[in-house]
Structures are given as structure tokens and as C-alpha cells.
């Protein structure tokens, strides 16, 4: 016996307890003995020492010995308890058996009988500690996760830990006394009789895969080990092993199907492989076996020798910082062909830290590469082209964050700084900012939202500034890899817009144009053809003179509307321009008979000298026209301009409105254009016009001008 054991002696007589000391640790030197004058000092000790077994007298003052085993027996009930006593009598020995003593012995002081009680000692401790030990096996046997079984000489289970009845589904007891043949497949049985058993006789072990039937039968993938007891005996552990052939299966399909190759490798100069998993073949040209018998060395004949310096770099610092590595470069199969592969890999370490290995996966990444190259082209390309749009373009993240941003919307809305700057700044904000500038800030902003939360295309929205700016919007969901995106177009359209209202104003005087021809001349027409008729079967001279004024009045309307056609509401350079110059020179170019021009002003104002003299003409036409030849037509300042009046009969109130519209005439050979002239010239110098009537009755036309110099 190896370990030694602790004895405490309780006896109320010194020179017994001394005595006693003496003889045990003489008889066993693996015995030390602690002593105690009484079982209260006793159960002192206990409290603090280590105490194998206890030998105590019987015949003690306070406690007896019957009393302190029974106080040891409420504290430490597997304690080995010895009554050694010099009263021995059988009532003694029968109350202490049943007060569970471990051993009873009456004293004698003889060296024979010290021994005994020295062997007796060792005995129950070394029973107590088997016990225990048993225990403590039982109880890891019943907590393993491993499944374990004992069968006797003839293959009948005499214990099953709750791990092996759970792997074939029974309850524990069940299972005891059936023979092994209830767990095992069929294919496995004649197997376990003529090769399994007797390779156990022979070796006393066995390990391997068998098929597990179990009580409900299913089976299962189990690995089986069997080793023989002193006794005879078989200790059997079973481990189910399903998953772990279905995980070494998906990991073989994994290596299969892996567009590269695993490794393993020295961590040396050329990078010498030591195993290799997947198609290495396929990735360099080299078989695995030439790779691990250095018929090709990866590292220094591979590699690319450009590539190589720098590979070897990367990987020693990181393996400086116990870290992972990723690196790209070239390698040159077998074959000559260059490839760009990728590669991840890790250092493994010993206890020390020293690199024992390198392991990781190395792939193909030429297509990537190329693919990257013509995505860089792609992107030059699309930068460009996003550069030199005549358009404002914004591209945004699900998140609203700017991704990209052209020159040209800089310019649109007046952002401060560069294109670059904004890429990541909230498109929210922007938008607030944007929009004040906008006639309907609130409007802005809330179409946006709706436009991304929606995600629906939208072509051609117009957006009104404060400045009179208009700018268009369109916009398109897009799929970016992060998530989705939106792609904003901006186009400023204010000078498109204008040209489009001067080609709707032309179009509009083409349609009225059209519109006079087809009514206003064929008036004349008509009754130039009735006097033509009558001429011809009359032959009264004065039918012609008839057919004659109805042309003129037809020369008259097309001069009339060939310059409403070409000129419109358009005017040319402006100047200061003196009046009585100009009022003289348009007196001059109308038929004005007997009428006579008064003008009674000195000032100028700023106008198209052209389209000025044009407005005097047509007043002086219309005067003599609706006047008589005898008319005087005078022309004067006002406060803020000048007034053309004459001592005709005047306009009616009723009629000042329409005598300005386009068309409309009160004698038979008027154009009905005059004054509509004299209103659009009005309009295109931004004058104001009033026709009142003059002291004599007459018509009066004032225009005002904030241009007027008297």
C-alpha cells in the first residue's frame, strides 16, 4: 500500500494512547497516529485533520465509545470506526455492530495483537477507498457522454450507463441480462463470432465501425471499442459516429468542389507543400504528389519571380502578428499559361509560439481579375460619360447617401465645393437645402420621398425656382450590390421652356394669319368678283373703279398681316429717339389729303425707332380714315408720355376694347389691323395705353413710359 494512512486514537489514558501510537506506526510504517483524550476532542480533530480511521476506547468519561461513534456516524457515515476497548463483553459488541462500528477488538498488550490491529486498520481503509473509488467510477460511467457496457463471459449485459441504453433507445434496465446480439445489425453478428471475439481472446482489445440496431429498428454508424477485464469480463464503448461520417463526407465533397486547392507547408524558403487536398492539378498543372515531393517547388518556381519577394513579405508579417493572410499574385502553371490566384491562410503554432506550419486555400482569380479590369474600364467610361452630360446626375444609396455626383448638378443648384467632397453627405439634407430655393420648398422635398418610397420611374418634372429658373426632374430605381439605389437626373430647361413659348406665340400668329386669310380677304375677294360681274354686263366703267378699291383694301390687309406675322410683338434696338423727328416722318408716308398734324412737343423716349414710327403711322391713318380728309390730328405731352388726339367723331366706350383687337374695322375698306398694330407695339415696349376722347370730341390716345424725356 502506497498511500499512507491517518489514525486517530481516542483514549482517556495517556500512557495507552502512547503505547498504541507506538505499536501501529512500528507494525505499519505507512500509519501515523493522532490522539485525543476524549470524543469531544475527538470530534475537534475531525473537524480540522484528515483522518482516515478512527480507533477508540470504549469506557471514557462524557462520551463512551458507543456515544462518540454515534456522534461521528451523524457528521462522516462512511468514516472507518474501530472500537477498541480493554471491556469487551458480547452486549457491548452487539451494540456496537448495530450502531454500525466498522470493526470490533478487544485490547491485550502483546505485539501480535498490535499487528492485528494494525492489519485491520489497513484493511477497512483500503475497503473504504475501493468503495469510494468504485464510486467514483460508477458515477463517471453513468455521467459519461460516451456509451459504456459491461458484459459477462457469455455476452450478457451485467451494466449499461444511461448513454449507451440511450444510443439504441432503451431504458437502462432493460437492457441488462440481454445478450449483445439485441443491439447488433445482422450483417454485423457472424462478424463479431468469427473475426471480433476472437481477436479479443488474442489481444484483449478491439476497436472499429460496426452498424447499431436500435430498439426501434433504426440503425446507426458506431464505432465500437472492446477490452477484456482481470475477471474475464468485456468493457464495451460505443460512440455514434453518424454525424461525423456525414461531416467527413461534406467535407470531402467541400475539398472536391473547392476551385482551388488546400494546403499544408513549411513555412521555408519556396514554401515546400507537405500535403495538399483538392485540384491542385487543375489550379497549377501539377499533380498533388509532385507538389509534396518537391518535383515543383510553389513557392521559388511557381510563384512568378516578380511576385515572389513581396509574397513572402506579406506573409511574414502577418505571421509576425499571429494573424491571418490574404494575398494576390501570379503563378506560371505547368503548361507556361500565368494566373492570378488568391490565397487565405493562417501560421500554426507550437506551445512556444514558433511557426510549425503554414495552412490555407489557394484559388483561381484570373476571371475575377479580368473581370475587375473591364469593371475599372467600365467605371472610366461611365465617370466620363457622367462628366459630360448636359445633364445634372445623382446617384444615391438605400440609405440616402450620395454615391456619386457630376459637376453639371454643382452648377444646377449652387453646391459649395467639389463633386468629390459631397460623395457620403446626406441626400435629405441636400433636398432641405435645394429646396429653398424652390416656389414650393414643402412640395419639393415631400416628392422626393414619395419617389423613393415608391421607387416608380418619373420622366420630366418641372421644378419652379424663385430665380424663374425651371429645371426638370427624372428619376429611376436602380440595383446596386449593397441594396437598392436611385439614380436622379437634372436638366435645366428655362431657355428650352422660352423657346418653346416664342415658338407657340409664332405658331399662334401663323393659326391667326391663316385665320384672316381665309375670312378678312375673302370679304374683298368676293365683292371684287360681284363688280367684276357687273362690269361684264354692264360695261360700266365704275364696277372696276370698285373691283380696284377692293384690291387695294386686299394690299392693305397683307401688308397689315405680313408684319404682324414677321414682327409680332418683337421690337429691335432702343434709343432715345426725339418725337416731333419721328411724328413728322410717318406724317409724311400717309395719304393725308386736307388734314392737317399740330405737334406740340420737344421730348424724346427711348423706343424702336422703326416700330415707333410704324405707331404714329397706323394713329394718323386711323385718324384720317374715321375723320374725313379735313381732320386735324395733334400730337402732345403728357406727365409721363405723349398723347396722339384728333376732332373726329370719336370712339364710342362701348367700342374702345374692341377697336384694339385684331381684325376689327367700322368703314367698308378698313383693314381692322391698324390699331391692333399700335397695341402690340404698345406691348412690346412695355407702355401703357388709354383711349379716352379728346375736348373736341374726338379720339386720344395716351401713352405712358417710364423712358419719357420732356
Sequence with gaps: MDDPISVLHVDDDPSVAGLTTTFLEGANAEITVETAPSASDGLDRLAVDDIDCIVSDYDMPGQNGLEFLEAVRAEYPDMPFILFTGKGSEEIASEAI?????????????????????????????????QHENQRQLEAMETSREGISILDEDGYFTYVNHSFAALYRYPPDELIGEHWEVVSHDEDRDRIRTEILPAIEETGFWNGEMTGLRSDGTTFVEEKRFSTTANGNLICTVFDITEQQKSARQFETLIENIPGMVYRCQNAPGWPMENILGDAEELTGYTPSELESRKAVFGSEIIVSSDREETWHEVQDALATTKPFEITYRIKTKDGTTRWVWERGQGIYDSEGNVEALEGLITDLTKQKAYEQDLERTNAVLSTLIETLPVGILVEDESRTVLAINERLFELFGFDGSPEHIVGADCQSMAEHVSEHCVDPRGFVQ???????????????????????????????IDLPQGDGHLWMYRDITEEKEQKEQLKHQRNKLEEFASVVSHDIRNPLTVAAGHLELARETSETAHLEEVKRSHDRIERIIDDLLWLAREGRDIGGTHPVVLPRVVENAWRQVETGDA????????????????????FENLFRNAIEHGGSAVTVRVGEVDDGFFVEDDGCGIANAKRDLVLEDGYTTIPDGTGYGLSIVRKITEAHDWELELTESITGGARFEFSTDTFQS
Excluded: M, W
Excluded at 421607387?455 to 429611376?476: K, L, M
Design 98 to 130: 448495530s450502531a454500525g462500528v466498522t470493526d470490533y477488538l478487544q485490547k491485550e498488550f502483546s505485539a501480535d495483537h498490535y499487528t492485528l490491529l494494525a492489519n485491520r486498520v489497513q484493511n477497512v481503509v483500503e475497503r473504504v477507498r475501493a
Design 447 to 477: 416628392r422626393i420621398e414619395t419617389v423613393v418610397a415608391e421607387r416608380t420611374p418619373t420622366d420630366n418634372e418641372e421644378i419652379a425656382f424663385q430665380s424663374g429658373q425651371i429645371v426638370e426632374r427624372s428619376y429611376r430605381p
Design 596 to 615: 392737317l398734324l399740330h405737334t406740340e412737343c420737344e421730348s424724346s423716349v427711348t423706343a424702336d425707332p422703326d416700330r415707333l414710327q410704324q405707331l
